[in-house]
């Protein structure tokens, strides 16, 4: 009998470890170039890429004591993200509704509608819904074309955006019926139904909502999930709002016009569409002065549903801040959600702070402004209300329902309970019961069926996919009588704020929009 026990043992042992070794080389190897074809940005440090870590510390500064309200950022070089961050309570994960920069997607997908020979730029709008025109079909109508609609220079003045969504639910038989006062292609103004009828049109020639027509040849190809688009009651994506998705998403599209079309090897929009869909199309202001157009990044002409901007770049954009920025010189492209009054003003931060902080070249490492800016991503926040000022809450309040005169919210009621430090108040309104949360000093994550402010609230649409909506509250003491309440919508720009005061056994309620920017108050009357 042989005995091969110890030396036979060290061998196999030896053997298999060698073997362990390759295998996992192999996997390392397989695992690489997976990562370098994935759907995820490569991260790099800012100066690896030719960027000032310091710039970004600066330019974030800079939002900070500014009147924006940032909620994310993500900032690419060389394809790969130098910078991303969110204010808390956003966070990666979470979508933003994107307002006008869903015009952008609208564009695209008629880019590769065109593209599978299904629409031609030149073909008549009419030509589409025989059965929703008017009477009398006037020539200028006669004319509107699919480029038409792209460039906001369908001529029709006014703007039939803030009527016909809110009017009636045919919004194809609106537009149509809409009087057009110039000839088309002659005059820019922003028509965000025109994108509408974009959408419409890509239903009509494809048999697919707009959504689900770009799911397969956009988002799935750039690893977008979880998108969702708002549509009217008659089941038409909006195309000019509504669509919601991440800020890295946003980068996505950044990344694959500023590619041209290429994404991962693989072509996904030609080139030519690409240059057609983004180069200067309409003058928005002819005749202003120049030196008045240098300072704006609303006057550099518009493109098909994008913006050309100053400094040779370009852009999608949606009201309050949603920003898809393309830097084709600098190889660079920015995201952006946020919420304020001045877009300009967030451009013009840009401008100051990051374009000159790309370099052709790679700059010496920065270990110290790297970890500086990585502390400073890291305590990105808006505030909660501030912590109350009462050693203990008032009872005045607790357990309380007040009834509510009618007012323009259709709300009935509402009571309120104090869980510890915290507020739960439980609104009644036409629509249902809501029970909403807020921390005192902090906010308290949760969702509610209650719809949240929009600039399309009362529109003749389907809202019921936002809901429930992910909202934050948070809640503070004013004085003994008087408290504030704090609701984010946290997969929109938008905020509300409530002021309660008890006087007497009255309650006075002030509803404020963030949107309105201390204007408009709604005033409750209650007992």
Request: proline share 6%; aromatic share 10%.
């Amino acid at each position: 009998m042989l005995n091969i026990g110890q030396p036979g043992k060290k061998w196999f042992i030896k053997s298999c470890t060698s073997h362990l070794a390759l295998l996992m080389l192999f996997l390392l190897i397989l695992t690489n170039a997976s990562a370098q074809k994935s759907n995820s940005f490569q991260q790099s440090t800012p100066e690896a890429q030719g960027v000032s870590a310091a710039a970004i510390d600066s330019f974030l500064t800079a939002v900070g004591q500014s009147k924006h309200e940032f909620h994310s950022i993500m900032i690419l070089r060389h394809g790969k993200v130098i910078t991303q961050g969110w204010w808390n309570p956003y966070q990666p994960q979470l979508k933003h509704s994107l307002y006008s920069l869903s015009k952008s997607f609208t564009s695209t997908a008629v880019g590769l509608a065109i593209t599978e020979h299904k629409l031609l730029l030149d073909q008549k709008v009419i030509s589409f819904f025989p059965n929703s025109l008017p009477a009398t079909v006037s020539p200028y109508l006669a004319q509107l074309t699919i480029a038409d609609l792209l460039s906001m220079s369908a001529g029709q003045e006014p703007d039939p955006t803030t009527r016909i969504p809110f009017a009636t639910d045919d919004w194809v038989k609106g537009f149509l019926a809409t009087p057009i006062v110039h000839q088309p292609g002659t005059k820019f103004l922003y028509n965000t139904m025109a994108t509408f009828m974009l959408s419409a049109i890509v239903q009509k020639i494809t048999g697919q909502k707009e959504l689900d027509y770009l799911k397969p040849r956009l988002f799935d190809p750039l690893g977008i999930t979880g998108e969702d688009w708002e549509a009217s009651t008659m089941g038409i994506n909006t195309g000019g709002w509504g669509l919601r998705l991440k800020t890295e998403d946003l980068a996505k599209m950044g990344e694959l016009y500023l590619q041209k079309g290429m994404w991962n090897g693989k072509q996904l929009l030609p080139q030519a569409w690409v240059e057609q869909a983004t180069t200067f199309k309409i003058d928005q202001a002819p005749g202003v002065a120049q030196s008045k157009k240098d300072s704006s990044d609303w006057m550099q002409g518009y493109c098909y549903q994008f913006w050309r901007c100053r400094h040779n770049c370009f852009r999608g954009d949606g009201a309050f801040g949603q920003y898809i920025i393309v830097m084709p010189d600098q190889d660079a492209v920015i995201a952006i959600t946020s919420e304020t009054a001045d877009m300009q003003g967030e451009l013009n931060l840009i401008w100051k702070y990051l374009l000159p902080a790309m370099q052709p070249k790679a700059l010496p490492a920065n270990a110290n402004a790297d970890a500086a800016l990585d502390v400073h991503l890291d305590a990105l926040s808006l505030p909660p209300l501030p912590d109350p000022v009462q050693e203990e809450n008032p009872k005045a309040f607790e357990n309380k329902t007040f009834t509510f005169q009618p007012n323009k919210l259709n709300i009935k009621s509402i009571a309120f309970k104090f869980i510890g430090r915290d507020c739960q108040a439980t609104v009644q309104s036409e629509s249902g019961t809501y029970i909403l949360n807020f921390g005192s000093g902090k906010w308290l994550s949760g969702q509610t069926g209650m719809l949240g402010p929009s600039l399309l609230n009362g529109a003749k649409e389907d809202f019921s996919f936002l809901l429930p909506a992910k909202v934050v509250g948070s809640f503070g003491w004013k004085d003994h009588d008087s408290f504030e309440l704090k609701l984010r919508y946290i997969e929109s720009p938008h905020s509300e704020t409530i002021t309660c005061h008890l006087n007497g056994s009255e309650l006075d309620a002030t509803v404020n929009y963030s949107f309105q920017y201390g204007t408009n108050k709604i005033e409750l009357k209650g007992n």
